[in-house]
């Protein structure tokens, strides 16, 4: 399906729950316990997913708060999986319940990985996500590579004189392996805009000229993709903020609660609980093709944008 701009929207990120066992400086430092009681159910998200595949979604991407806190998780990647349209089923996470997990998820269904990972060095690592394990991300890779993912993703939020310093580090990882490190701009989207503590995808790319642009690997991705000269793995830039995607943005996101947000960077929400309270689907297409319509041009993330949310509430 179309949004009055054009857009061909494809993608669905699927947030399914709020809660977090982390507090990210850049996320949910100040919140406090995530609700439970109001999350989707497995059947919700299901019905959910078949509905979008309906008018277009050929991918999903698991988000949260923590997916992995779901205990229901294998069941909604096999039952995502066993929807016809949907060719590629993704999971974003923080990797601290990720050990154990990567055979489970392959078979239940899962393509690929992306794990958030803001520091190599585990004391700050555990201070920018307020009391995270880095060994239980870096042995997360391991496994999932050694379960037969072909590629995992690192997400990387760089807070300038926090872990800037630790760009050559992140990209020495793609030397052998396929690793892409998306380096991502701070978004207004924590406790404060901290505009200061953004690093520009450009200054990124002062830091370092010997990166070479290439193709991207797919129409509507948020990243410009780079790579070392002789390196397996890629580098990603994400900057949102400086770098507007906007004119091919493929994607919407449903929240826990059953809230539709077509836009990341505006606060327009519209609910789908109405919709999924009838039995007959064909409320719920109507709800989900009203708010793609509704989806704006672009995000207000430059003009005077005051976040309703935290980045974990909204689906990371």
Known sequence: MNDRFGRTITYLRLSLTERCTLKCAYCRAQDGDCPK????TLDEFLRITRAFAQIGVKKVRLTGGEPMLRRDLLQIISGIRAIPQIQEITMTTNGQHLPGMSPALRAAGLDRLNISVDSLKPEKFAKITGGGSLNLVLTGIEEAFAAGFPLVKLNVVLLRGVNDDETDDFIALTRDRNIQVRFIEYMPLGETDRAESRVTGAELLQKHPELVEIAPSYKGQPARDYQMPGYVGKVGLIDPMSHRFCADCNRVRVMSDGMLRPCLGY???FSLKEALDQEDDGALIAALQI???????THCFTEEFSAQKTMSRIGG
């Not at 708010?291 to 041009?297: L, N």
Request: net charge neutral; hydrophobic share 30%; aromatic share 0%.
């Open 291 to 297: 708010a793609i319509v509704q989806k704006p041009q």
């Open 37 to 40: 009681k109001s999350e989707l």
């Open 267 to 269: 606060n327009q929400e």
